[in-house]
């Protein structure tokens, strides 16, 4: 059954702000979740950010007022930047750093399906998740004299 600390939990690793660097630790040190659990779970709720961004730009996209402002803003450095084969790494350098949603953002404003980010988006977010449990289950050992 789901308690309220289990739903914190879910809170915390979709949330924006904090994401995993709040929810794994309170999942591992409060709610005694084993870290590769913790990361099992979190990278892919984290992942929700990028499917919500990813929906939303999809409605704006169908304001006609929207695309024409983007439209004048866009930059063709932008674009082939994105299109370029550093997309992956650009992608996967600035997600823990961005975060998931502003990445997605980016890249949907230069033109960037959803399908070619997902991989380097979500490789980030796993690898973040594995660094954060492991920290968080030494954290205790670390500390403690």
């Known amino acids: ?3 309220g600390s289990d739903v914190a939990f879910v809170a915390l690793a979709v949330n924006p702000l904090g994401g995993l660097l709040v929810a794994l630790p309170f999942a591992i040190l409060k709610l005694h979740y084993r870290p590769w659990a913790a990361a099992a779970i979190g990278a892919p709720l984290a992942y929700v950010q990028v499917v919500v961004v990813d929906l939303g730009f999809g409605l704006l996209a169908r304001i006609p007022w929207w695309m024409r402002m983007l439209e004048r803003r866009r930059s ?3 674009e082939r930047l994105l299109a370029s084969r550093g997309a992956f790494w650009l992608s996967f350098l600035a997600t823990p750093l961005l975060g998931p949603w502003l990445v997605m953002a980016f890249m949907r404003y230069g033109k960037v399906p959803q399908r070619q980010v997902a991989l380097p ?4 977010l796993m690898t973040t998740a594995a660094i954060i449990a492991t920290l968080s289950a030494l954290a205790p050992s670390l500390f403690a004299r």
């Open 1 to 3: 059954m789901i308690g």
């Open 76 to 78: 063709a450095r932008v």
């Open 121 to 124: 988006i979500f490789s980030a």
